[in-house]
């Protein structure tokens, strides 16, 4: 587990210099209000749509993909409005990242905490089932000031990033467990903690069941909910988290655990989930991470790509 950003001497480079600029001036963005942080990143968000039209034709792609009743005009607003809010998450991240705790609370409510420390406090670890809403840098630094718990990640390649999203993630949470370390997220289940979780993006074949997601009848879905639940010993509550409408602030809602999870197979589970990060994505479609290509893989017996 990774407890501690290491910073080390090959980090002040030559060639990283151009990085910790833009860090800088990230920085800088902190003594902007809110509001004025968001109408920068809905400009960024529209600038990225014209100038990186593979990602915009990815995200089109899924919005065809998901929610093919809508009209073309429907589409293409929800793609717009997806970009500004791409734009926004770029803020969200240096908020969550270098805000103190008393403004984070300024900008912040919750609901639902009570379900994380009832479990917490009988001894039960918990699973908090969340997708890859925009704002979930946010969320997890705000779920933090109450209950922080342990992140699943990816270790960044590159050493800055790496550095820095340590250091920033573990303002919210008591360590960090790379995304393959099974074994540290049971045992930290079973202290008890709280482990974040996520199942909404297409991690491949391994480990992989194809079941329907929205109107995509064979997506790729990983299992990992049911195996950390059974061997964890845990209880999984559905996350959500999205900004204000108004850009005033974020909000995070925790939901009650769900009744006999696991149950009695691991795709009957995986349908479950799907179900439940539809409906969580449904509150606010907008805010979601539509530029990932949801469904890349595909079953040996489907036809080509879906993004041809």
């Avoid at 409005?81 to 734009?87: L, Q, R, S, V, W």
């Avoid at 946010?138 to 790496?162: K, L, S, T």
């Avoid at 964890?232 to 809602?253: C, H, M, S």
Wanted: one cysteine or more.
């Amino acid at each position: 587990m990774v407890e501690q950003a290491q910073f080390s001497a090959k980090l002040c480079h030559p060639k990283y210099w151009l990085m910790w600029f833009a860090v800088g001036m990230m920085r800088l963005t902190l003594l902007l209000p809110l509001r004025w942080q968001m109408k920068m990143g809905a400009a960024l968000g529209r600038a990225v749509q014209k100038l990186v039209k593979g990602r915009s034709k990815t995200a089109r792609r899924n919005l065809e993909l998901c929610f093919p009743n809508m009209t073309t005009e429907q589409q293409q607003q929800l793609l717009d409005a997806n970009f500004e809010e791409t734009g926004k998450a770029v803020f969200d991240t240096i908020n969550a990242w270098w805000w103190s705790d008393a403004k984070i609370q300024r900008h912040m409510t919750i609901k639902g905490k009570e379900h994380v420390t009832n479990n917490i406090d009988n001894g039960t670890g918990v699973i908090l089932f969340a997708v890859h809403c925009l704002p979930l840098e946010m969320g997890a630094r705000i779920f933090g000031q109450f209950q922080p718990g342990i992140g699943v990640y990816r270790p960044h390649d590159n050493p800055v990033m790496e550095y820095l999203q340590v250091k920033g993630r573990l303002r919210s949470n008591k360590g960090l467990v790379p995304k393959r370390d099974l074994r540290q997220m049971v045992k930290s289940l079973r202290k008890p903690d709280v482990i974040w979780y996520t199942a909404d993006q297409d991690f491949g074949p391994s480990s992989a069941v194809f079941i329907p997601f929205y109107a995509v009848d064979q997506a790729a879905t990983i299992t990992g909910a049911t195996t950390l639940a059974k061997l964890g010993r845990a209880k999984v509550l559905p996350f959500f988290v999205e900004r204000n409408q108004d850009d005033t602030g974020y909000n995070i809602e925790i939901m009650p655990a769900l009744d006999n999870f696991p149950g009695e197979d691991e795709v009957s589970d995986a349908i479950r989930g799907n179900k439940i990060i539809e409906q969580i994505i449904d509150k606010n479609p907008s805010q979601y991470m539509w530029l990932h290509r949801r469904f890349k893989t595909r079953p040996p017996e489907a036809p080509a790509s879906l993004y041809d």
